[in-house]
C-alpha cells in the first residue's frame, strides 16, 4: 500500500499564526484522502525559508534522513502543497532526485500533481520547476534589497523594532513609536553609563531588574546592553547592515522615530564603551569585587597607574588578598585593612554637619543639561532642514554644524562633571548618610568613593610589619 509522507513549509509567519501551513495541511490531507493514501508522517517547517539557510529547515532535514535511511520506501509518494514549498534550489532538487530515483518514490503536488523522479521525463521536469523558482528567488532577493536600501536611505523604520520602542503599521506605513514601559528603560541605562559611570554589569542588572523581556524573549546579558548602549537607532539614526546611513553630503540620515538620546550622547557612549582610555576610573565592564580595584591609584613614584586585586600566598597557602600595580606591579599592599581604613574615613566625612551641603542632589542640573543637549540636537535637524530648502547653502551649514557639535562637547563634559553630585544625591536624602553608606551594596560605595575622594596607596616603609594609615593617602575632592 502507498503511504504519503507529507511536507509543509512557510516563509515568514512571525507572528505565529500558522494561517499558511494550516490552509497547505487541509489541502494535502484532502490529496491523500482522494487518492486513498494513508498519511504515515507530517513534516512541518513554520515560519523557514527555502532559500535562506541561516533559517533551518528541521523538518526537511527529517524528511530526507528518512528517505536516506530507507523509513520511505518504493511505492510511497511525498506530498506537498507546490514544489516551491518543498524546495527552491537546483541544487536541493538534485539531491531529492538522487535519494527518490532510487528508491522509486514519486512528489506529487496539489497545484501540479505527480512528478515521477525516477524517469528522465519526470527529473526534466522537476528541474525546469527549480530552475525557475531559483530564478524568481534571486529577483525576489534582489528587489527586497532594493527596497531595504532605498528604506533606510529615506529614513524609515526598519522591520525589526529595537527595544524601547513597537512598530506600528506595515510596509511604507510602518513607523516605529515610542515604547512607554520599555523606553524609560533605555534612557535609564544610558545615564547609568553616561552620568553614573556605573558598569555593564550593574546597567545590566537595573535593566532586567524592569522585569521586560528582550525583543527575542529573553533576559539581556551584557553583550546584549552593551550593543543597545552603542546601537545608533537610540540617537534616531538609520542603519544598514550595521552602519549608519549617509546621505550625498555624507550626513547622516536621521529616522522618522523619536529619538531616546541625543547624537553627542551616543558618540559619548561609544567611546566610552570602546576606548579604555576614556572610561571613568573603574569601569571595565565587568563586576567588581573588591572596592579599590580600577579605583585605588598607585602611589610610587608618581606613578599614578590604577590597582587591580591579587593574593599574597607565602608558602604556597591560601594568602591575603592585595592591592597590586596594575601597570608595573611595583607596589602591594594588603587590601583588607586598606578598604576598612577608607571605608571607615568616607562614612566619617559623611557624618559631619556639613554631609548634605556635600550630597546635594545634582537631579535637577542633569535635568536641565539634557534638555539643553536636546535643544542643540533639535537645532542641528533644523541646519539640516535648511539646507535641505536651499535656504542654508553647504558653507552655512557647515558653520552652524561646528557650532553646534562645540556646544554639543561642552554639554557633554558638564553632564560627566555632574555625575558626582547625582550619584551623591541619593545618599543625601537619607536620615543618616554616614550609615546608609556603610549599608550600601559595594557597587554604591564605589560609586560614592570615587565621587568624594582620590586615595592613592603609597609603599609601605622598609623592615615595618604593622599596617600604617599614613601610607594610604585620601585626597578629598
Known sequence: MTSAYVYLRQSKDVENTRAAVDRQRADCLDLCERNRWPVAEVYEDNDASASNPRKARKDYARLLADLEHGRIVSGDVI????????LRKVADMLVLIDLCAKRGIAVVTVQAGRLDLATTDGQTLALMAAVIAQGEMTKKAARQRAEAEQA?????????????YRLEGKGRKRRMVLDPAEAPVVRDAFDRLLVKGQSLVRITDAVNAAGLPSVRGTTLCRKGVRYLLTNPVYAGLRTHHGEVVRDD??????????????????????????????????????????????LFRCGMDGCGSDVRCGYRSPNGGNGARTYVCREHAHLSRRADVIDDLVLRAVAARLARDDA??????????????????????????????????????????????????????????????????????????????????????????????????????????????????????????
Open 79 to 86: 506530498v506537498a502543497w507546490a514544489q516551491d514549498r518543498l
Open 152 to 164: 533606510a536611505s529615506d529614513g524609515q523604520a526598519p522591520s525589526r523594532r529595537a527595544f524601547g
Open 249 to 294: 553630503d555624507g550626513e547622516p540620515v536621521r529616522g522618522d522615530w523619536p529619538a531616546i538620546i541625543t547624537e553627542d550622547e551616543h558618540d559619548r557612549a561609544v567611546r566610552l564603551l570602546t576606548d579604555a582610555a576614556r572610561r571613568p576610573a573603574g569601569f571595565r565592564g565587568t563586576a567588581r569585587r573588591w572596592l579599590g580595584s580600577g
Open 356 to 477: 548634605r551641603d556635600l550630597l546635594a542632589g545634582g537631579d535637577d542640573e542633569v535635568t536641565a543639561l539634557r534638555a539643553e543637549a536636546d535643544a542643540l540636537a533639535a537645532a542641528l535637524d533644523v541646519a539640516r532642514d535648511r539646507l535641505r530648502r536651499g535656504v542654508y547653502d553647504e558653507d552655512d551649514f557647515v558653520t552652524e554644524k561646528r557650532r553646534v557639535k562645540v556646544a554639543q562637547e561642552a554639554v557633554g563634559r558638564r553632564l560627566t562633571a555632574a555625575a558626582r553630585s547625582s550619584v551623591l544625591g541619593t545618599l543625601g536624602a537619607a536620615p543618616d548618610p554616614a550609615a546608609a553608606f556603610t549599608a550600601a551594596d559595594l557597587g554604591t560605595q564605589r560609586e560614592v568613593v570615587d565621587a568624594l575622594a582620590v586615595v592613592t596607596l603609597l609603599p609601605a616603609r622598609r623592615g615595618e610589619s604593622s599596617f600604617d594609615p599614613a601610607t594610604v593617602r585620601i585626597d578629598w575632592r
